[in-house]
């Protein structure tokens, strides 16, 4: 049957190598043993972190990339509804408008993000990847928005935070939303530069950055 180590390394190699059936069976079987749901995800995460490391020193390429955020979202599919239990019985009332900048297309850790504000009763709405800023702002203004929420991983999207921030003050709504950033090129100290209120390193620092903006 194999530790919870092993069977949650194997789970990560499974992601690493792209292979979508053995992800999916190995997530099956961490959950149906009852491992905690967050150390599942951690894998999991960890795994994607590995790719993404091998894409930039170019031992990975793009097919690979795809491959194995296939197999990350085959595990994935099973471990939402788990973080999303109880989330019915919280009250919603803080509203969060969450995607990840325009230019760019990685949102996995944005659908992690996305599950986990749900689960913690939030109300929140994805508008996806590859998101004009005004399409942000129209949305905040739409559901009046508390928190607008926003990630890049790729260098050349990251001005489009500094974009927002600029096009929320034209807009007349910076006042009136938090603002917060993630995604692998977002930093604390870009974040501090540009005006943002927030800043989440990973999925569960994001949960933890909105709870505190909302009060």
Known sequence: MGTKEETLEAL??????????????LTQK?????????ETLGAMTSAMSIVGDLYANKQYFLPNVLTSANAFDKGFMLVQPKLLEGASKKSKTHKVVIGVCEGDIHDIGKKIVVAMLRGGGFEVHDLGRDVPNSDFVEMAKKVNADIVAQSALMSTSITEMRDFVNLAKEEGIRDKVKYMIG????TMEFGQVIGADGYGKTAQDAVHVAEKLTG
Do not use: H, Q
């Open 12 to 25: 990560k190699k499974s992601i690493v190598d792209g292979k979508a059936e053995d992800s999916l069976s």
């Open 30 to 38: 961490a959950l149906v043993e009852g491992y905690p749901v967050l």
């Open 183 to 186: 995604g692998g090129s977002a």
